[in-house]
């Protein structure tokens, strides 16, 4: 079964989120912080992480640079999910952070399921 890593410290959209995912046949791993997200890493392999940007402690950017330099990790393909919508924190989660989606809070559940199936079917992977 493909594994999907939800990373954010609310626990409402964990579960909404988890539910849709479920829906369409996932697995999902859950963690509410980029720390606890890392612990998870050392014992689960999920297919991709959804990350939220803004967390308390280890910021979602943070989180998401640590992941991409493990060498276990870095070619988990990852999304950010954030409510942020400037251009330039869409610019930081993909090129700097090597994040490789970026998706704006409220998730638009058809669009977000579409941007799951297309990174999971084909997952662009970059080459460190």
């Not at 493909?2 to 626990?11: C, G, M, Y």
Request: glycine share 6%; net charge negative.
């Amino acid at each position: 079964m493909t594994k999907i890593l939800v990373v954010d410290d609310e626990t409402d959209i964990r579960f909404v989120i988890g539910k849709m995912l479920e829906r369409e046949g996932y697995g999902t791993i859950e963690a509410d912080s980029g720390e606890q997200a890392l612990e998870v890493l050392k014992d689960e392999e999920p297919d991709l992480i959804l990350l939220d940007v803004m967390m308390p402690g280890l910021d979602g950017y943070e989180t998401c640079m640590q992941i991409k330099s493990q060498e276990a990790t870095k070619n988990i393909p990852i999304v950010m999910l954030t409510a942020k919508t400037a251009e330039s924190d869409k610019i930081k989660a993909l090129e700097e952070c090597g994040a490789q989606w970026h998706i704006s809070k409220p998730i638009d559940r058809k669009k977000f399921i579409e941007t799951v199936k297309w990174l999971l079917a084909s997952p662009p992977r970059r080459e460190e």
